[in-house]
C-alpha cells in the first residue's frame, strides 16, 4: 500500500502563486511515474501534469508555461509549481503514483484545495 500526502493549497489572488507537495511512502517511488490531476465540482477530474520515472513532463494545455511539475527522488516527493494562477485553475488538487508494469500500482492522495480568487 503507498500512502500520498498532499500540501500546499490554499486560497490565493488571481497572478499569484503556490506551490504543491506531495510525500509518498514506499521504497521504488524513483521508478513511477507520478502526476497531479485536479476536479471540479460537477466535472470529470482532469490530468494538470505528469512526470515519469526518468523525468519526462507532460502538461495540459490550459496549464502549459504556468505550471512546472518537478519530483525529488531523494525525498520521495513530487512538487507542482503554479504560476499565474488564474480563477479557472480553483479545483481540488490530487496527486496520483503510476507503475504501467506493476498490476494495480495506480494511487492517490486525498486531494488539496487551491481556490484562485480575489
Known amino acids: 500500500q503507498v500512502q500520498l500526502v498532499e500540501s500546499g493549497g490554499g486560497l490565493v489572488q488571481p497572478g499569484g502563486s503556490l506551490r504543491l507537495s506531495c510525500a509518498a511512502s514506499?521504497?521504488?517511488?524513483?521508478?513511477?511515474?507520478m502526476g497531479w490531476y485536479r476536479r471540479t465540482p460537477g466535472k470529470e477530474r482532469e490530468v494538470v501534469a505528469r512526470?515519469?520515472?526518468?523525468?519526462?513532463?507532460n502538461y495540459a494545455d490550459s496549464v502549459k508555461g504556468r505550471f512546472t511539475i518537478s519530483r525529488d527522488n531523494a525525498k520521495n516527493t513530487v512538487y507542482l509549481q503554479m504560476d499565474n494562477l488564474k480563477p479557472e485553475d480553483t479545483a481540488v488538487y490530487y496527486c496520483?503514483?503510476?507503475?504501467?508494469?506493476?498490476?494495480?500500482?495506480?494511487?492517490w492522495g486525498q486531494g488539496t484545495q487551491v481556490t484562485v480568487s480575489s
Open positions: 514506499g521504497s521504488i517511488f524513483r521508478r513511477v511515474d
Open positions: 512526470i515519469t520515472s526518468g523525468g519526462s513532463t
Open positions: 496520483n503514483a503510476y507503475h504501467p508494469s506493476i498490476y494495480g500500482y495506480n494511487y
